[in-house]
């Protein structure tokens, strides 16, 4: 039974194979902004979401985890945030001095066949990494913790059993972030079935300004939902902030703008800040959100 939970994502994309905001439910479901400063330092702030029906008691269980004496040689103890059943996974992360990352669901493209159970479990049987031990995978048994030799393992050496979106920054002043959007075989396809590049912070052209990169559950070529702008309002929010000179300034922004409501939502467990190049993570169990099961 638990290890079934190591395949959370999985089970969840045969259950929701479409956003369910697509028929105005409100389950959201994570959210990134990635966010520079003006010399190219980029703070990582991430919103964790689930469902009403058990965000309240996700909320009790919320740990920092402390990863040490990690096996492969040269890979430094890191750090994580997570939840207490699931807490042998990863999916929000820190590798201090080199990398912060996470995992939102990706719902399935309405041009693309959804899953079904007998396929998710051949999937697994073929011995598919289940999405929730990725980060575990890519750092502890493959020693990757540099941004882009993460953004490589990311988008084509990991075979799948649903999709996901991989969010990323590294550490330094280049303005290193980037998203990843994947099927189960490779880097997702567009409708005309032409593979997708990772998306990077410096290569968003002029509209974006080039210094943040906001990410939820609706592919970066597509329009938010109407009944879920979580991406329009974080984006409209930094952009009213404007570009700032220094990190403790773009913390600021991006603290204001995970927190702020419509981005924040009654689904949201945690928020952690995170800044790889100092080594910084910090973790927000959401108890000033009321949630409709709370007491």
């Not at 031990?133 to 059993?161: C, K, W």
């Not at 330094?172 to 099927?183: C, E, M, N």
């Not at 880097?187 to 032409?194: C, F, I, P, Q, S």
């Not at 800040?273 to 409709?292: A, E, H, K, L, N």
Request: one cysteine or more; proline letters at 6%.
């Amino acid at each position: 039974y638990l290890s079934a939970w190591f395949y959370v994502a999985e089970l969840e994309a045969v259950l929701f194979p479409v956003h369910p905001t697509a028929a105005g439910d409100d389950d959201a479901w994570c959210t990134a902004a990635m966010v520079a400063d003006a010399d190219g330092t980029v703070i990582h702030g991430r919103d964790l979401d689930h469902p009403q029906d058990y965000a309240p008691y996700a909320k009790a269980v919320t740990l920092n985890l402390n990863i040490i004496n990690v096996p492969h040689e040269g890979v430094p103890d890191y750090k994580a945030a997570g939840l207490a059943w699931l807490a042998a996974s990863t999916v929000t992360a820190e590798v201090p001095g080199h990398l912060s990352m996470q995992t939102n669901s990706r719902y399935y493209p309405s041009y693309e066949t959804w899953p079904t159970k007998r396929g998710m479990f051949d999937y697994i049987q073929e011995g598919r990494l289940p999405v929730a031990q990725t980060y575990r995978e890519m750092i502890e048994r493959r020693g990757v913790i540099d941004f882009d030799e993460a953004v490589d393992f990311t988008s084509n050496h990991l075979p799948l059993s649903c999709p996901i979106y991989f969010a990323m920054v590294g550490a330094g002043s280049d303005f290193k972030a980037a998203v990843v959007s994947r099927d189960e075989d490779g880097l997702a396809v567009y409708a005309n079935g032409t593979r997708t590049e990772p998306l990077y912070l410096d290569k968003q052209g002029d509209e974006a300004n080039d210094w943040y990169l906001v990410q939820t559950n609706y592919d970066p070529w597509e329009e938010d939902s109407p009944y879920d702008p979580r991406r329009t309002v974080a984006e409209n929010c930094i952009k009213e902030h404007g570009k700032t000179a220094d990190v403790a300034s773009t913390t600021d922004v991006v603290m204001d703008c995970v927190f702020k409501d419509g981005v924040s939502t009654g689904n949201t467990i945690y928020t952690a800040i995170m800044d790889p190049t100092d080594s910084q993570i910090t973790t927000y169990v959401r108890y000033d959100i009321t949630t409709t099961n709370d007491a």
